[in-house]
C-alpha cells in the first residue's frame, strides 16, 4: 500500500466516520439523558432518508432543501416516537429494561411503515441531486458527496456544541443528562427538556439518514445503521458527546482500514472483539463516565 | 406496572401487525376465467403449479418478474382453452428472500396445496437450500437459480428434481470472461466479490479459471458481504493495482452503488458486470457517465423483433418494464408447460419430471435450447454481451465461452 493509497484510505475512513459521528452524537444525546439505547433512533433515521428521497424524486427538490426535510422530519419523528412510546413508560418511572424493548420495536414497526409504502427493495436518490460527484487533488480523488457529508457534519456538530454551551434549553439538557431529579428540583421542566433532547437527537437522525441514504442508497432497513451509533457511544463514553463523535471517527476509519486489509468478511468480528477487548480495559469509554447505567 | 406491561404489549402487536400487513398475501392464486355455475364434478381437475418466489424479501422485484411473466403466461393458456382441456393455476409462496421460509414454503406448497410442479426462484442461496428438499418430496422444480450446485449434485449427476431455465452463473461467467480477453484485449482483472452470495461466488470462480487458462492474471481479489453498501475501501486498493478490469458480479441493489463509488474514486478500468447490471446499471438514478465504459452478459437480446414484441406485451399488461428474469421466467414457465403438455392426461410429479429429462428443444425467448440430462442446465445457449451507452443498452454480439457465435 502506497502512500496516496493510504491517504486515499484515510479520506474513505474519514468520510464514513463523519457519517457515523452523525449517527452516534443523536443516539448519545438520548442515552446521555434518558440513561437507555435508543434503538429507535434508526427508524427515525430511515424515515427521515425517505422523506428526503421523496423531496428530492417527487418534488426535484435540491440538495439543502432536502437535508432540511430531513432534519425536520427526523425532529417530528422523534418526538412522536417520544410521545408513543416512551413517556408513559417515564411517567410510570418503568425500568431501563422496558426502553431498551420499546425502542428496539419502535425500531421495527417504522421499518415496517417504510416496507409497507416503499416496498423492500432498494431505492436510489436522483444521481444529479449533486452535480459534481468527485474532486481530484493530485492522484487522491475525493468524492464530493462524502466531502459535504463531511462539512454538514462540522457544522451540525458546532451548532450542537453552542447549543449545548450557549443556550438555556442546551444546558438544561446537560443539566437534565447529569441527574434529572435535581434538575427537576431546580425548577427546570424536564419534560420540555426531554422534547427539546428528542428533537436535536432526531434532527441529527434525520441529517445522518439523508447523508447516508444519498451516500448509499435506500431500503427499509437502513436504520440498521443505527449500530455503529451504539457501538460508538459505547466507545465514546457516557457524559461526552465529543468522545462519542471521535469514537465514531475512529471506527470509521478502523472500518476501511479493516476492510481493505483483512477484507470484508472478518472486519466485523474484529471491530467486536476490540470493542469488547476496549470495554474490558476501559469501560468507561474513550472520554465518559461509568456505562453501568446503560441498557 | 401493569398498565405498562400492557402498553409495551400494545406497542409489540401493533408492530407484529403492521408486520404482518407489510406481507403480500402468501398465496396468490390465479383466478379462472370459468364462471361459478358451472358444476365442479363436470370440470376437469385443474392443474397447480407452485411458485416458490421472494415476493417481500430484498430480491422482490427480480422474483416479481418470474411471478408477473407467469401469470401473464397462464392467463394466456387459460384462455385458449388451458392444457388438454385442462385449466391453469399458479399457487404463489413468498420466501421473503429466506433460506428456511423458502423451505418451508415449498413443503407446504406440496404436501397442502398438492401441486406438481415448482417454479424456482431467481435465488442461488435459495435454489442450493432447497435442492435436497427436492429430492425428498420428489417434486420438479423449474427456476432460474445459477449456480451450479443448485442443479448438480456432483460432478456428472444433476440433482434428480432442480433444473435451471437459463445459462448457469458459471457459463456466464466463462462468457464474460472470454468476451474480455478475445474481444477486449484485456489480461490484468480484479474481481469484488460477494463471499456470502453463492450466485456472485458461483460467477468469480470460473470468470477466473478462464481468466487464467488463457494466459491471464487475476491482480486483486476483493470481497464484501450482504449488509455493505460503501464499496470505496475495496475499490481504494484495486485502484492501487495495475488491473484494466473490474468483474463485480452481485445483485441489483449492490450493483449501481459499486458503479458509482468506481467512477467518484476515478478508478479508470473496464467494468465487467453480470446480467443483473441490466436492471440497475441504466436505472434513472444511476449516473450514465458512471456506467461507461460497462460490459454485462444477459440472456437475451432485447432488440431482437420477437422479444421486444413480448417486451411491449407484458408492459402494457403490467405496466412496467420487463426484467431479465421476465424473459427467463416466460421460459421457465414454458418449460413447465411443453412438460405438463406432454404428460397428457397423467400430470404428475414423476411424469413432469421425466418429461424434463427427456425435453427435445425448447423455443423460448433466449432462443431455441434443450436441458442437458447430466447437469439440467440449458445446452447450448449463447449470453448476449452489451454495454452501456449514455445510459442506455447496446447489444453488440452473442458469445460463449468459447468464442462468438456466428
New interface residues.
Given amino acids: 500500500m502506497d502512500l496516496i493509497e493510504i491517504f486515499q484510505q484515510v479520506i474513505n475512513g474519514l468520510s464514513r466516520g463523519a457519517i457515523y459521528a452523525l449517527i452516534a452524537v443523536g443516539f448519545a444525546i438520548i442515552v446521555n439523558v434518558l440513561k437507555f439505547s435508543n434503538f429507535a433512533h434508526g427508524g427515525v433515521l430511515g424515515i427521515s432518508a425517505y422523506a428526503g428521497y421523496l423531496a428530492s424524486s417527487q418534488f426535484n427538490l435540491s440538495f439543502i432543501p432536502v437535508v432540511l426535510i430531513g432534519m425536520v422530519t427526523g425532529a417530528i419523528v422523534a418526538v412522536l416516537v417520544e410521545f408513543i412510546a416512551f413517556r408513559w413508560i417515564r411517567m410510570q418511572k418503568g425500568q431501563l429494561v422496558y426502553f431498551f424493548v420499546t425502542s428496539v420495536t419502535m425500531l421495527m414497526l417504522l421499518e415496517q411503515i417504510l416496507v409497507i409504502r416503499f416496498g423492500s427493495f432498494f431505492d436510489t436518490y436522483p444521481y444529479d441531486l449533486i452535480k459534481v460527484k468527485f474532486i481530484n487533488i493530485g492522484e487522491l480523488s475525493i468524492s464530493v458527496t462524502y466531502l459535504i457529508s463531511l462539512a454538514v457534519t462540522i457544522v451540525a456538530f458546532g451548532l450542537l456544541i453552542y447549543v449545548f454551551k450557549k443556550t438555556k434549553i442546551g444546558i438544561a439538557i446537560r443539566a437534565a443528562s447529569n441527574d434529572m431529579t435535581t434538575t427537576s428540583l431546580m425548577g427546570i421542566n424536564t419534560g420540555m427538556v426531554i422534547i427539546a433532547a428528542f428533537v436535536v437527537s432526531g434532527m441529527m437522525g434525520g441529517i445522518s439518514g439523508v447523508l447516508f441514504g444519498i451516500s448509499t442508497s435506500l431500503s427499509p432497513q437502513i436504520g440498521q445503521v443505527v449500530v455503529k451509533g451504539f457501538i460508538a457511544s459505547v466507545l465514546g463514553g457516557l457524559g461526552s458527546l465529543t468522545g462519542v463523535a471521535v469514537a465514531a471517527v475512529a471506527l470509521g476509519l478502523i472500518e476501511v482500514f479493516l476492510v481493505s486489509t483483512i477484507g470484508s468478511g472478518y472486519s466485523p468480528v474484529v471491530i467486536f472483539a476490540l470493542m469488547i477487548a476496549f470495554l474490558l480495559l476501559r469501560p468507561q469509554g474513550f472520554a465518559g463516565v461509568s456505562f453501568t447505567d446503560k441498557a | 406496572?401493569k398498565?405498562?406491561s400492557i402498553?409495551?404489549i400494545f406497542?409489540?402487536i401493533?408492530?407484529l401487525l403492521?408486520?404482518a400487513?407489510?406481507e403480500k398475501e402468501p398465496e396468490v392464486v390465479q383466478e379462472e376465467t370459468e364462471t361459478e355455475d358451472v358444476v365442479a364434478e363436470k370440470e376437469p381437475e385443474v392443474i397447480k403449479i407452485g411458485n416458490l418466489q421472494d415476493e417481500?424479501?430484498?430480491m422482490?422485484?427480480l422474483s416479481g418478474a418470474v411471478t408477473l411473466a407467469a401469470e401473464m403466461r397462464i392467463e394466456e393458456v387459460n384462455a385458449a382453452g388451458g392444457i388438454n382441456g385442462r385449466m391453469l393455476e399458479l399457487i404463489t409462496h413468498d420466501t421473503r428472500g429466506d433460506v428456511n421460509e423458502a423451505i418451508n414454503a415449498l413443503t407446504r406448497m406440496v404436501v397442502q396445496d398438492d401441486v406438481q410442479v415448482v417454479l424456482g426462484p431467481p435465488v442461488s442461496n435459495i435454489g442450493i437450500a432447497i435442492a435436497p428438499i427436492s429430492e425428498e418430496l420428489q417434486v420438479p422444480i423449474v427456476g432460474l437459480f445459477m449456480e451450479d450446485r443448485c442443479t448438480i449434485r456432483e460432478p456428472g449427476t444433476p440433482w434428480s428434481y432442480m433444473f435451471l431455465a437459463q445459462n448457469s452463473a458459471s457459463r456466464q461467467g466463462e462468457s464474460i470472461a472470454a468476451y474480455a480477453v478475445q474481444e477486449l484485449g484485456l489480461t490484468k482483472f480484479a474481481t469484488l466479490v460477494n463471499?456470502a452470495n453463492s450466485y456472485s461466488v458461483g460467477l468469480a470462480e470460473p470468470f477466473k479459471a478462464l481468466v487464467r487458462a488463457n494466459g491471464g492474471e487475476v491482480v486483486a481479489e476483493?470481497?464484501?458481504?450482504w449488509?455493505?453498501?460503501?464499496f470505496?475501501?475495496?475499490l481504494?486498493?484495486i485502484?492501487?493495482t495495475d488491473a484494466e478490469a473490474l468483474f463485480f458480479p452481485g445483485y441489483?441493489?449492490e450493483i449501481?452503488?459499486i458503479l458509482?463509488?468506481a467512477?467518484?474514486?476515478?478508478l479508470d478500468v473496464v467494468m465487467l458486470g453480470n446480467n443483473s447490471v441490466a436492471p440497475t446499471g441504466f436505472?434513472?438514478?444511476?449516473?450514465p457517465?458512471?456506467t461507461a465504459n460497462t460490459f454485462y452478459p444477459y440472456g437475451i437480446d432485447s432488440s431482437d423483433p420477437s422479444v421486444s414484441d413480448w417486451a411491449a406485451k407484458y408492459e402494457a399488461r403490467w405496466e412496467t418494464k420487463p426484467l431479465a428474469q421476465s424473459f427467463s421466467g416466460d421460459d421457465a414457465i414454458g418449460i413447465i408447460l411443453q412438460a405438463i403438455e406432454a404428460c397428457g392426461d397423467d400430470v404428475t410429479s414423476a411424469c413432469i419430471t421425466e418429461k424434463l429429462n427427456t425435453m427435445g428443444e425448447f423455443e423460448g425467448l433466449q432462443g431455441t435450447f434443450a436441458l442437458d440430462p447430466t447437469t439440467h442446465q440449458p445446452i447450448g445457449l449463447p449470453m448476449a454481451i452489451f454495454t452501456i451507452t449514455d445510459g442506455a443498452p447496446v447489444f453488440l454480439e452473442w458469445y460463449t465461452p468459447d468464442g462468438p457465435v456466428n
Fill in positions: 406496572m398498565k405498562l402498553l409495551i406497542v409489540m401493533s408492530a403492521l408486520s400487513c407489510a417481500s424479501g430484498p422482490a422485484a463471499t476483493e470481497t464484501y458481504n449488509e455493505d453498501k460503501d470505496r475501501a475495496q481504494t486498493n485502484k492501487g441489483p441493489p449501481p452503488l458509482a463509488q467512477y467518484e474514486l476515478g436505472a434513472p438514478t444511476t449516473d457517465a458512471a
